[in-house]
Structure formats: structure tokens, C-alpha cells
């Protein structure tokens, strides 16, 4: 219960500071409003970075469905813990935009277009193209799980005690292989890159009192679900095949 208690915590941080930035640079009358692109890959990053550091000497720091599916899919987690991880991550998200809806409250009264108060909860592609969309976040994904390990198999090897995974300097590293997915990877879809990250925040905005929002675009909402579940999963084989 422990852990699962904690990739709830995890998730639900990375959602507040994640969806958060994207809440200042989009609603109307923030103070960060157009502030842009590299600020919100910016401050996703830092949002990983602050949650591994959060809770990693817990649960691992999941805080990624894909991430939980990729371990188990090579050996290295338990296949029973896995739906306790997916649904504590669900819920942590899903409790982490809702803290973003109350702390904007304002400004979602004043900021008029329904598709960036969505774009604050979830993501959606620059041109829409099923396939194509799929695998951007396959690909994505794959990098990420790809470094996570890479980060994590780094600092276990090394010899002068910079700390094991979740200590140290490696949480950062990891926001900041965030940071370089979002800048290089991150424009054909918004880079969800997590089932939990689009999904439990897709959900609190169809059910909570958002003025003006809109739909929550369901007919995508898939993609970035099943594009990171693939791409955990060849992630977490590479690097157990090709361990650089």
C-alpha cells in the first residue's frame, strides 16, 4: 500500500507543476501567458525531476504506466504489483489537474477559446494523423524509458558513490531527458509520452465545472494510451537488449 500510496503522491505532483505550466503560458490574464514552448518543456522537466526526487526511495517513482508496463515486461517489476501502479497513477493525475482547475480558478472564466483550457489538461496533435500521430508517441516514449534505464543503469555501475536512482543527481537527469524529448520530439503531439499524464487529466476536465470548455476530444484520446504503452514496452527491450 506504501508504494502505491506514493506513485499516487508522485503522479498527482508531476500533474499539478506539469499541467500547471501549461495552465500559466495558455489562460488568459496569467502572468506567464505566451510565455511558450520552452518554458512548458522546461517546467515539465523540473515536474519529473521533483517527483522522482519526491517519491523514487518508495515506489521507484514510476509515475508512468508506461514505465511500470516496461520494467515488468523485462523482468525487472512484478507483474502483480502492476494494476495497483496503473490505477494509483490514474488517480494521481487525475487528483493533480484537479488541483490545477482549483489553483487557476479564475481564469478559466476569462480565457474564451475551449481548446486551450483543454490543451491544459491533455494533449492533442499539431496535425491530426492517426498513424503517424502513434508513432511520434511510440517513439517518444521508447527514448524515454530508453534513458530512464540508461540513467539508472549509469549511476549503478558507477564506482564513486554518486548515488543509485532517485538520490543524487539522477532525478534531474531524468527531467531534463524530459526537457530534450518535449524540445526535439514533443511538436507533432504534445509529447504525452504517459498513459496516466493524458488520460486522468482528460478525465477531471470532462467532469469538472470548467466554464466554456468544450469536448474533451475522446475520438484521440486513445493515442497517447496506447502509443506509450508500446513504446515502454520496446524501450524497456533495448535497453535490455543493447545496453549502451
Do not use: C
Not at 99 to 121: I, N, Q, S
Not at 199 to 208: E, F, N, Q
Request: aromatic share 12%; hydrophobic share 55%.
Amino acid at each position: 500500500m506504501e508504494e502505491y500510496l506514493a506513485e499516487f503522491a508522485g503522479t498527482a505532483l508531476l500533474i499539478l507543476l506539469g499541467d500547471g505550466v501549461v495552465a500559466g503560458v495558455l489562460l488568459r490574464e496569467s502572468k506567464a501567458e505566451n510565455s511558450g514552448w520552452i518554458v512548458i518543456t522546461f517546467g515539465w522537466g523540473l515536474a519529473v525531476a521533483i517527483a522522482v526526487y519526491s517519491v523514487a526511495h518508495i515506489s521507484g517513482a514510476h509515475i508512468n504506466p508506461a514505465v511500470t508496463l516496461g520494467l515488468a515486461a523485462v523482468g525487472e517489476f512484478d507483474w502483480a504489483l502492476v494494476p495497483g501502479y496503473w490505477l494509483a497513477q490514474l488517480l494521481g493525475a487525475f487528483a493533480g489537474a484537479a488541483f490545477v482547475y482549483l489553483h487557476y480558478l479564475p481564469h478559466w472564466r476569462v480565457t474564451e477559446d475551449p481548446g486551450l483550457k483543454l490543451a491544459v489538461f491533455s494533449t492533442a496533435p499539431a496535425i491530426r494523423t492517426p498513424v503517424a500521430n502513434l508513432i511520434s508517441e511510440i517513439i517518444g516514449t521508447i527514448v524515454l524509458v530508453y534513458g530512464v534505464l540508461a540513467i539508472g543503469g549509469y549511476f549503478a555501475a558507477d564506482t564513486e558513490g554518486l548515488g543509485a536512482f532517485g538520490t543524487g543527481i539522477s532525478p534531474l537527469l531524468v527531467g531534463l531527458l524530459v526537457v530534450a524529448i518535449g524540445l526535439s520530439l514533443g511538436g507533432p503531439t504534445g509529447y504525452a509520452i504517459n498513459p496516466a499524464r493524458d488520460l486522468g487529466p482528460r478525465l477531471a476536465h470532462a467532469v469538472l465545472p470548467i466554464p466554456g470548455k468544450g469536448g474533451s476530444d475522446w475520438s484521440y484520446a486513445w493515442i497517447p494510451v496506447v502509443g506509450p504503452l508500446i513504446g515502454g514496452v520496446l524501450g524497456a527491450w533495448l535497453y535490455t537488449a543493447y545496453p549502451f
